[in-house]
């Protein structure tokens, strides 16, 4: 039974550049919830994609967008990164009738220099 | 929206003592209380959760237990092992939110 994978595994950028982070899901799983988890604190939550759609985001910008393709895979881009936007980004897929439990992915670790 | 708290932020403890981490959440309409292991550069761990109609739940050496009404849950760990040594997060679940929103985090060492 496959867990959640996501890749890279690790990148590096500049200020102002764009980046793509992909998440596969748990066999059987159809929900992904992105979070982004700082150096010593816990998860925040970014958004939440079921049935290729939005269903709910957290106190995030607008530069943080995400899509949801058919076989429930999932991507999160990130424009215009920011210093800040460096930390270890994390997916987590669910079912849609127990959203709550939530599987996560081992994370794509991005720094912006 | 929710706000969780944890403590405490760091714990010590012998091997074969028991741990205890507490959490409270301010949204009571919060009803499922996960909590996550996470060993140092791997991915968050779901070790054991329960829901707003059970006050406690047991597996193995771990418990944990919920009060609605205070507001807290509280993760017990007994006879700790030394891989037993992580961060451990707490969360709450808001179905109207559909997110979890996390504590800050324990960091647990298990002294051999």
């Known amino acids: 039974d496959a867990g959640v994978t996501q890749s890279p595994t690790h990148l590096i950028k500049t200020r102002g550049q764009q980046v793509t982070l992909r998440c596969s899901p748990k066999s059987g799983h159809d929900t992904v919830s992105w979070y982004q988890q700082a150096l010593g604190q816990g998860p925040q939550f970014i958004f939440q994609?079921?049935?290729?759609?939005?269903?709910q985001r957290g106190n995030f910008p607008d530069r943080f967008s995400g899509h949801q393709f058919p076989n429930y895979s999932s991507e999160l881009n990130v424009n215009a990164l920011l210093l800040g936007d460096s930390a270890l980004y994390l997916c987590?897929?669910?079912?849609?009738?127990?959203?709550?439990?939530?599987?996560f992915g081992p994370g794509t670790r991005l720094l912006v220099l | 929206g929710e706000n969780v708290e944890q403590h405490p932020s760091t714990l010590s403890v012998q091997e074969g003592d028991s741990a205890v981490i507490k959490c409270t959440y301010s949204d009571s309409a919060s009803n499922y209380f996960p909590w996550y292991k996470q060993e140092l550069g791997k991915r968050p761990q779901l070790i054991i959760d329960i829901r707003s109609n059970v006050g406690e739940k047991k597996d193995q050496r771990i418990a944990v237990t919920l009060n609605k009404t205070a507001k807290h849950f509280s993760l017990h760990i007994t006879e700790t092992q030394p891989e037993d040594s992580a961060v451990y997060f707490c969360a709450a679940y808001t179905g109207s939110a559909r997110q979890l929103t996390f504590g800050s985090g324990t960091q647990l060492t298990v002294l051999p």
């Open positions: 994609y079921y049935e290729e759609e939005e269903r």
């Open positions: 987590a897929s669910s079912l849609a009738g127990r959203q709550e439990t939530q599987y």
